[in-house]
């Protein structure tokens, strides 16, 4: 069969792609610089997102829980409770007993000069506490699922940490998340969209070439392989050409945006890791030849 | 090698421009097809190889019956068929030598040789000293001859010229008519249109005559 | 001048732009969703920085600042400076005098058991202060100045605000306008070059029309006129395409959004003011006269 | 009317295909330019519209010296013109009346009055009820008549037609001839590429020939 015959050719189709790109630049500019804008921003995008949940996050700063005993409990409990509470934080949290002494010292403290009038007191009337310091990774979901564990211990009669706070940070990540699944979705589909009308213009524009191809007998395959190639090719280029623009985007900013993020110490501006940047390159790829596919086989069709 | 029975091919309101046509070319015959214009030469050489169905009608070309052929059976098909174009339809982003090596890349014959036997084949057309240039660049006589080259270069057995000497002069006619007789000699089934009577009476061979889609002569 | 004649008349060639969109429907579409999808991803990525920027401020709330007299200083000095405040904060604010037996009572109350002890004081140790409740819509950098305002009067000794945390939300403000010029600016640039090289095609289409009628005598105004009013076509149906797609990604989006959203009561969803809309549409149509105006131009050069 | 001084034209690299020529067509002269294929025929008649500029020499068309034209002032002389293309250069997107109907549109005229004269016009190659159709759907002669109305509607001063009979049998080239001559007799000035010498046996007029770029007769 001659159509085995062809696809022993590789080497055939690929020259006669490049020749193509070669031969008319424009077309294969177009469909290149589409693919490389729609990676780019969809890049750009998700790292900014990724980037405002790890602000936010910091922003949060490292959480704090006090659970409080009641006012009865011995100092003893509040020892056994906080090494409980220890045991439930995990070994990177920092779990302090405050005894019924330490309590009244505290406050004696914070009042200054007005302190010495509970000096008077026959009997301490603070509950002993445990105050659990968590550490800067810990998420607001991860510190609720905690807080609501330490309040199933009995003898917790109130655990705080700051609860009106975290369902704010929780119901911005939210919101954050949301838009970005839209903005997302769409970018995707805006991009699937631009490169494969992008492709088929590109077609358009060599429909007499087509047709002489397949009057002087080419098959369909004959004449679908080298777009296929190019559109690969193009979609190539177009992924590693958005990478170099994520990287120059973010040498751009990273000056501009060390003041912003001065408070969020240890913070760096979100990098693509390794296996995302061939994901971008192999997405271009995917999506050159998808766009082709799509483009060729209408026109094949029709 | 060709039969038509009772072929007729009509475009949606309009009168047929093939009506009713009943034609057997044997193997290694030579066919003139004349008529006026608009009689119906290029309708009916388009749908012997296959580029339009039939109305109704069937059509044999090389044993096959084509009005049943399959879309991915046409390619193969037309590998046996060299058509000369009215309008040329020759690729103008690619130089001349590409255009007629590519009719042999398209059935799997090797860049190399391909291009070898183009080259040889324009020689025999007289165009060899164009070979690089893009076929916008040549005069309309060049362009038809390149077309030549390319329906002749991988020797099909059937062979369908349109007016294959209407932008040449007398004497460049005679060379490609000459060209065609000898791929005729070695085999070749031949169908040439042509609105041109003075080549009947220069080179007498069977003349198919139509007028409004109707054979109104044969012989 | 015939080119006068022809300046004359505007209505024929623009049944010649309907009718070469209407016979091309490929390449209108595919100009059309370019600049329909660019316009789209511009105004949703605008949408979505300003909603970002509403809600950190809701997240805000409403603006609390403490002003501390020196101990010494008398009830009358107090109600003083809460006029001179309340000049200063705006009509919205709410000021509050709270006087030296005021403090102390606030005090005790706020210790509970332990107030009884407070009772032994001879004398008043506690400031007299001055409370300054901002309306919601004071955002980050007004609370800070008018905080400074404050500090230089003379009677005041401390401005309490919540400096750490005002510092916080203007990093992330900084941080999030940063990206949104860069995000901003690429897509701009992205836009702008799509449509130009998508026009390009389409006028690389169309080279055989455009070279038959500069044979046939047309000049390069009566050739480049119904390009520029199909480009104009184009990008205003784009625009008003996009417009679409924001109002359906809104009513999208708005429920999702609602939970998110349920703190900052009283907060929507951001959306287009009527003189934006009248922009992304007149946007969309001079972006498309502006590429089609560089493809066509390009083109009658070369 | 158009003059030509020792006109060259060559391409980079080839050997020039109008080689130091000069001619001169008289206000309402008819002129016949002939040669092989190849010779420079389309070549000359492009430099006198003004589609190539000459390497070398003074082209003076109705007064106007072409190689000194701006490129904005192209247009205007080409409305005097009427050109009949080897190729026809119809659009394809556009029905055979409207590519008629165009070179009027172009040149200022109203579409009302402009598709009249187009029909009219599309009566006289005997095409009108072809009015609708794209040119794609037409036979290779019928589009080489609409060429020629297109050409010939405006009424130019000028008729350049580059083989306008190519496609076309002895009765239909008569009746064209007949247009162009009638053309003539009203005070157009007119010259007709083409390679069939049988023509200018059967229609005796003033004959320029051409070989190699080179005039070889005249007269
Ligand atoms: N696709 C089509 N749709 C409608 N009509 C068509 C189509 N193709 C051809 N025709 C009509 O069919 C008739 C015959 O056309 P055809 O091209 O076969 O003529 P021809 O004999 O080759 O003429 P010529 O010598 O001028 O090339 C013509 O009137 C033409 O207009
Ligand atoms: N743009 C170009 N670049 C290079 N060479 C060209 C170009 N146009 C024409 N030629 C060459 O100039 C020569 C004369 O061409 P021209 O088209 O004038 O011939 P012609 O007399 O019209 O021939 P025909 O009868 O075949 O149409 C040819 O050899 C052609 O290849
Ligand atoms: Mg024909
Ligand atoms: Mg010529």
Chains 1, 3 share one sequence.
């Not at chain 1, 509040?78 to 010292?105: N, S």
Request: charged share 20%; with cysteine.
């Amino acid at each position: 069969m001659a159509t085995n015959r062809q696809l022993l050719r590789p080497l055939y189709f690929l020259q006669r792609a490049i020749a193509n790109l070669v031969h008319a630049p424009l077309m294969s500019l177009v469909a290149t610089a589409t693919i490389a804008l729609s990676l780019f921003v969809g890049a750009i995008f998700a790292l900014s997102i990724s980037g405002g949940e790890a602000l936010l996050n910091a922003w949060g700063g490292a959480a704090h829980l006090t659970l409080y005993l009641s006012p009865a409990a011995p100092d003893e409990a509040a020892r056994i409770l906080a090494q409980r509470a220890a045991f439930l934080a995990g070994p990177q949290a920092t779990v302090q007993t405050v005894t019924h002494d330490a309590a009244l010292a505290r406050l004696k403290h914070d009042l200054g000069d007005l302190g010495r009038a509970l000096d008077g007191l026959e009997e301490n009337p603070l509950s002993p506490l445990v105050e659990v310091r968590l550490p800067r990774s810990a998420n607001a979901a991860e510190v609720r699922a905690l807080a609501d564990q330490f309040a199933r211990i009995p003898e917790v009669i109130d655990v705080d940490y700051g609860r009106a706070w975290l369902d704010r940070l929780t119901s911005l990540l939210l919101a954050l998340r949301w838009t970005a699944i839209l903005l997302g979705v769409v970018v995707l589909a805006a991009t699937i969209f631009l490169v494969s009308n992008t492709i088929q213009l590109t077609v358009f524009a060599r429909r007499e070439e087509i047709e002489i191809m397949k009057l002087c007998g080419g098959t369909d395959w004959f004449v679908r392989t080298p777009f296929l190639i190019e559109g690969a090719l193009q979609g190539l280029a177009g992924g590693l050409i958005a990478l170099g623009g994520v990287a120059l985007a973010r040498h751009l900013l990273l000056p501009k945006m060390a003041d912003a993020l001065a408070f969020a110490a240890g913070m760096d501006l979100p990098r693509l890791l390794p296996s995302q940047m061939l994901a971008v390159a192999g997405g271009g790829a995917a999506l050159g030849l998808l766009g082709s596919a799509l483009a060729v086989g209408r026109f094949l069709r029709a | 090698m060709i039969k038509l029975f009772h072929v007729t091919k009509s475009y949606l309101g309009d009168r047929p421009c093939i009506a009713d046509l009943s034609l057997t070319v044997d193997k290694s015959e030579f066919v003139f097809l004349t008529g006026p214009s608009g009689a119906g030469k290029t309708t009916l050489l388009r749908l012997i190889f296959a580029a339009e169905r039939p109305t109704s009608g069937q059509i044999i070309v090389g044993g096959r019956n084509i009005a049943r052929l399959s879309a991915s059976a046409i390619p193969y098909l037309r590998r046996n068929i060299g058509v000369v174009f009215q309008d040329f339809k020759l690729l103008n982003n690619r130089s001349v030598l590409d255009n007629v090596a590519f009719a042999l890349e398209v059935i799997g014959e090797r860049v190399g040789p391909a291009r070898r036997r183009a080259r040889e084949m324009l020689g025999r057309v007289g165009l060899e000293h164009k070979a690089e240039s893009p076929p916008q660049r040549l005069s309309g006589g060049e362009q038809q001859r390149v077309a030549i080259a390319r329906a002749l270069v991988n020797s099909p057995a059937i062979v369908l010229a349109d007016e294959p000497t209407g932008n040449l002069d007398a004497s460049l006619t005679a060379d490609i008519l000459q060209l065609l007789f000898d791929s005729n000699a070695r085999g070749a089934t031949i169908v040439v249109a042509t609105h041109d009577r003075g080549l009947l009476t220069r080179f007498p061979r069977r003349a198919v005559q139509l007028a409004h889609g109707k054979m109104t002569s044969d012989g």
